[in-house]
Structure formats: structure tokens, C-alpha cells
């Protein structure tokens, strides 16, 4: 059975796996009408992996005897203009999901919620995945810089940057 607080600390996170996958599906919608059709690709896959992220946490929750909260998503605030915004974006998104993690796996060891805890470390291994793929694509871009061939170039090939993640 889950404590309140472990289950507070998870839903919590639950709602922003949620907010995660809203945000990639603006990015997704931005790059699709702004004619970059791999990067809208990557975008909506990596929504759909958000989304599993948050169904996981609504599984646990309930399966240990507690509730998933399924609450409000705000509107993602994101303001992009260029490829390089949409990645900084995703990245700095990334460092703050990691580190809410982390406040989640803080919280189970000081419960002693040794299961939990163990559960968690799937999202602990996601992050340092993610993270690292978005400081790889983020390093890729600024060799393009604004060569309009290495942008097209990009688009297109992005999609085997999504596959080497393995993630959701
Ligand atoms: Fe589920 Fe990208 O964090």
C-alpha cells in the first residue's frame, strides 16, 4: 500500500509526464506547419513516449492500492522561432523533468518505500537517455548553424537519432 505521500509525489509526476507529452505535441504542430516534416515525426513519437511514461505511473498508483489523479494540462507556454528553440526547449524540458525525478526518488527513500523506489529506476535510466540525446542533437545543430542544406539534411535524417534512444 502506498503511503500518501509517495502517492502524492507520484502523481505529481504523473501530471508532468501529461504536460511533457502536451508540450512535445505543440512542438510536433509547430514544426509540422513550419514545413519540417522529420522533426514533426520525432516530435509526435516523443509525445506518444510521454504519454506511456505517464500511463506507467497511473498503473503503479493504482495497482499498490492507491489512486491516479488524471487532472488539468495547462497550455504548453512554449514561444519558438527557429529549429535550435524548438531543441533548447525539449533539453531545458528534460533537466527539469530529471530533476523532479530525482525529488520523486528523494521522497521514497526517506518513506522507505523500497518498491517504489525500484520502480522508479526506470524513469532514473530514461532521463540520463534523454538527456543525452537531446545534448547530442543540440551539438548537432550548432555545427549546421544556419546552413539551410545541413537544416534539410536534419530533418530528414532525425528520425534515426529517435531510434537510437530506445525509450517508452
Ligand atoms: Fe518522461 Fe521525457 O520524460
Avoid at 507529452?21 to 513519437?45: C, D, K, N, R
Avoid at 506518444?48 to 488524471?70: C, F, Q, S, T, W
Wanted: net charge negative; proline share 1%; aromatic share 8%.
Amino acid at each position: 500500500m502506498l503511503s500518501k505521500e509517495i502517492e502524492k509525489a507520484l502523481n505529481e509526476q504523473l501530471k508532468i509526464e501529461a504536460e511533457s507529452s502536451h508540450h512535445y505535441l505543440a512542438m510536433a504542430v509547430w514544426a509540422e506547419t513550419e514545413g519540417y516534416p522529420g522533426i514533426a515525426e520525432f516530435m509526435y513519437q516523443h509525445s506518444d513516449e510521454e504519454r506511456l511514461h505517464m500511463l506507467k505511473l497511473v498503473k503503479y498508483i493504482n495497482e499498490r492500492g492507491g489512486k491516479a489523479d488524471i487532472s488539468d494540462i495547462a497550455k504548453p507556454k512554449i514561444k519558438l522561432n527557429n529549429i535550435q528553440d524548438v531543441f533548447k526547449s525539449l533539453y531545458e524540458h528534460e533537466v527539469s523533468v530529471t530533476n523532479s525525478i530525482n525529488e520523486v526518488v528523494h521522497v521514497c527513500l526517506s518513506n522507505k518505500d523500497y518498491s517504489t523506489h525500484n520502480f522508479m529506476q526506470w524513469y532514473v535510466a530514461e532521463q540520463l537517455e534523454e538527456e543525452a540525446l537531446a545534448r547530442e542533437i543540440l551539438d548537432r545543430l550548432q555545427l549546421i548553424g544556419n546552413d539551410k542544406g545541413g537544416m534539410y539534411l536534419f530533418d530528414r535524417d532525425i528520425k534515426t537519432f529517435h531510434n537510437k534512444s530506445g525509450s517508452a
